[in-house]
């Protein structure tokens, strides 16, 4: 309650922190004078050919080249029109065409920048190596290029600069996307079966809209900047158009008679950029601490969920997931990697596995090769890998749409497992919405209903809420909630409680424990902590180089693990009688390197009971009467080996 009560208002802070982050901003000296000097600029584009066009283009020969005077401030050019008149007239279109521009360059962009999550990697690595070769050339150099190509015009030096700077752009994008594109939320998304094109939509680009306009802001002065070279050039504007870039280029001709027809133009453009400019770099400047890729602030998620099915819907028998010799690589600089290495276990309904291991042992490559997360350039395999009776080698829509209702995946990080930029009952209520074809009020509905289901306080108040408003075990339970939209059979939770405080760890452990008692749902739940596995789990999987080395019943962990690697997990596990003033315990050794696995039993350098064969050669994975699986030569050692060994292996 406490933590509850603090995250909240952390929470509140944090958005009224924002809003004094904005203010603060046009307090500044420069913030104000951005936002005074942009306001003036477009205005005065919409304004200045009403007010000023009949005296800008009102011919006067009497008054050629005049300089600056009482009628004409800036004097006149060589017809005789007032040169202050023609530059205030030419902001109209100087704005409109450096709009256009920076219109085409962020379209361009965002498409080229977002190929990669639309249609996969291996789009992504082309188009990034052609946007990179792009971006080479000087954006000058490029528009020249266009410029040619599109002809002399405005036309031709709107899309020669659009394009120019289409791939900067499109770099950002990318880099962008690519830091969203991995998180939490938006796996769960994918797990929702949310399609490619609708994660983009909803979930990728809110998250980097504000980096985008900003951009795209300092992107306009820079274009405003190149249209009036363009045009000064000779390439942009056409008489009888005008803009500044020519005004300044008919003003230079005769600049040291009359110096105020070019200075007045020249001055115009370095103001319009600059306002542009200083606006993008003081919203930057603003949303910079809170913006990022995490930033927490307007909208929100995507989550899990999905509508009921009927049991009748489901295959027939017990057997939740079925996998058979799962292996995951990846391409790395010496040839391929596989952490992941013949993993194969077998999950009955309302059944709690436990996955312990070292980090990098393979139980998140495990569980997200199970979902279906894993892309290429890494390569899934399997003799099989079936959820529900339905082979999942090979992806497809109709797997998207089973997984979406039937399968939800709870993240570690209950900060990044929902998107920041939706209402968190927006989010529960996707999926049901997309696989259940219910109405937006049935599922905001149902979306409260598993609110409450998993014991958040208000759920109504709650649902309207973002997830910064929730403190991280709400989050946890709401993400779990989402998985509860559906009609799950799976339930995969990746370390569900690592982020959380002890007391918040507990409540959610003992939320998932529930929900897989009433609702007969199968649980994978991945730890690094083997006493949490020990209490929540039927059956543990103990993993080690990307292979199962053991699998036992979970109320055996103590008395009959027969891996060392096992019995040296459960040893350094602080107990009621460790020794306070003695450094922890810990596993000797390191766990191998996937790029370096040694021959024969993985664990062998670390193993006190290591004999040569264990060297040379790799234990079977053997199924004992009792169904218990051990990979280990000398899992037949006497049990009264463990105190001894755990003493060797906790030195
Ligand atoms: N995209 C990748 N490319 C290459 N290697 C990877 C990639 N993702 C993971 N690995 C490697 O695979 C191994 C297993 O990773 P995995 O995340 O499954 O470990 P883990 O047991 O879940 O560890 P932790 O508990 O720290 O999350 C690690 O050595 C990791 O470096």
Redesign the pocket.
Known sequence: MAANLVTELESTSGRRGNRSRWVTVVRTPVGAAAVIALGALLVLAVVAPILWSGQATRADTAQMLHGPSGDHWAGTDNLGRDILARVLVATRLSVELALLATLIMVVSGLLLGTLGVLFGRRVGRVTAAVINVAVAFPGLLLALFFAVIFGIGTKGAVLAIGLAGAPSFARLVQTLVSGVEQRDFVLAARVAGVNRFRILLRHVLPNVGEALIVNATIGAGSALLSFAGLSFLGLGVQPPDYDWGQLLGNGLTGIFEHPVAALAPGIAVVLAGLAFNFFGEAVAKAIGVTTTIGRIRVRVPKPAVAPDRSEADRPDGDTVLQVTDLRVS?PAAGGV?T?VRGVSFGMARGETVGVV?E????????ALAIAQLIERP?AVEAGRLEFLGTDLRGGGTAHRDLLGVHFSMVFQDPMTSMNPTHRVGGQLAEVARRHGGLSRKDANDRAVDRLDAVQIPDPRRRAHQYPHEFSGGMRQRAMIGMGLMGDPALIVAD?PTTALDVTVQSRVLHLLEEIRREQNVALLL?S?DISVVRQVCDRVLV?YA?QIVEDLPAADLHSAARHPYTRALIAVVPDMHTALNQPLAVIPGRAP??TSYPAGCAFAPRCPLATAQCRTEAPPLETDAAGRRVACWNAEAPIEVIPESAEVLCE
């Open positions: 990846f990697v952490p291991g980090s990098g042992s393979g139980k998140s490559l495990t890494a370390e991945i690094h993993m990307g390197d996937p």
